[in-house]
C-alpha cells in the first residue's frame, strides 16, 4: 500500500518568513495530493491540492510543487502569519475520491 | 462549499458500553463515505470505506465486530464502537465523497472512554 512521509514534524518561523513541508510517497499509482490545515479540535481542512499532470499550482500565499519522477511534493507557504499555526498534514490517493493515505504531520508555528 | 457534520462533536462513555457516532452530508449526496480515527499529535488513519447500500470495507487490522458502520442512505453514515474501552478514545473523523468525486472532512468526534 502507500506509505507517506512528511518532514519536519515540527517547524517555527517569523512571521513574514517562508515555511517549506516536504512529502515523499512511495505508490506510484498515485495521482491526486492534497494538502490539509488542522487546528486544535478540529476536522482536516483542505487548503490546496494538486494532480499529476500539474507540476506547480499557486492560491495567493500557498503553492505546491510535486515531481512525479522523485515521488515528493512540497507546500510553500509565503508571507506567513500567526493565523497561519496549526498541524499541516500531506496526503496521496489514486484520485480525489479516493482514500487517502496521511503523512505524519507538521506543526507550524509563527512567532509573531 | 459541500458541508459534512458528525454528531455528536464530543461524548464521554463507560467502559463496556456502545456509543453511534453520525456522519451526514448537508447539501449532497455521497455514495461513499470514509472513517478516519486520529489518536493525539498522531496523523489520520483510515479505518474503513462506506458504500451507500454495501457492506464497508474495513481497513487491515481493524476489527469489524468492533466497529460497526452502517450507510443506510445517501446522506447518513453511522459508526457505532462497541464494547467500547479506554484505549478506544480517539478523535473520529468522516469524510463524504460527492457526485463530482471531491472529498470533503467532518469536524470530528472526541470520543472518551472511562
Known amino acids: 500500500g502507500e506509505n507517506v512521509e512528511q518532514h519536519p514534524s515540527t517547524l517555527s518561523v517569523q512571521e513574514g518568513d517562508s515555511a517549506v513541508i516536504k512529502c515523499t510517497y512511495s505508490?506510484?499509482?498515485?495521482?491526486?495530493f492534497p494538502w490539509y490545515k488542522q487546528e486544535l479540535g478540529k476536522g482536516p481542512q483542505l487548503i490546496i491540492d494538486?494532480?499529476?499532470?500539474?507540476g506547480e499550482k499557486k492560491d495567493q500565499r500557498i503553492a505546491v510543487t510535486l515531481n512525479k519522477t522523485a515521488k515528493h511534493f512540497s507546500l510553500h507557504i509565503t508571507e506567513t502569519q500567526p493565523e497561519d499555526s496549526a498541524v499541516y498534514f500531506c496526503?496521496?490517493?489514486?484520485?480525489?475520491?479516493?482514500?487517502?493515505?496521511f503523512g505524519t504531520g507538521t506543526r507550524l508555528a509563527v512567532r509573531p | 462549499g459541500a458541508v459534512v457534520s458528525q454528531h455528536p462533536s464530543r461524548v464521554i462513555c463507560k467502559s463496556g458500553t456502545s456509543v453511534k457516532i453520525e456522519c451526514r452530508s448537508l447539501?449532497?449526496?455521497?455514495?461513499?463515505m470514509f472513517w478516519y480515527r486520529q489518536f493525539p499529535k498522531q496523523s489520520l488513519m483510515l479505518m474503513a470505506t462506506?458504500?451507500?447500500?454495501?457492506?464497508?470495507?474495513?481497513e487491515q487490522g481493524v476489527e469489524k465486530d468492533k466497529f460497526l458502520i452502517n450507510h443506510a442512505s445517501l446522506t447518513l453514515s453511522t459508526l457505532t464502537v462497541t464494547s467500547a474501552h479506554p484505549e478506544d478514545s480517539s478523535f473520529y473523523i468522516c469524510?463524504?465523497?460527492?457526485?463530482?468525486?471531491?472529498?470533503?472532512f467532518g469536524p470530528g468526534t472526541r470520543l472518551t472512554v472511562t
Open positions: 469524510s463524504a465523497r460527492d457526485f463530482f468525486a471531491e472529498q470533503y
Open positions: 505508490d506510484s499509482a498515485s495521482n491526486y
Open positions: 494538486i494532480r499529476s499532470n500539474v
Open positions: 496526503a496521496a490517493s489514486l484520485s480525489s475520491g479516493d482514500k487517502l493515505t
Open positions: 447539501d449532497f449526496q455521497a455514495t461513499t
Open positions: 462506506s458504500n451507500e447500500g454495501s457492506k464497508a470495507t474495513y
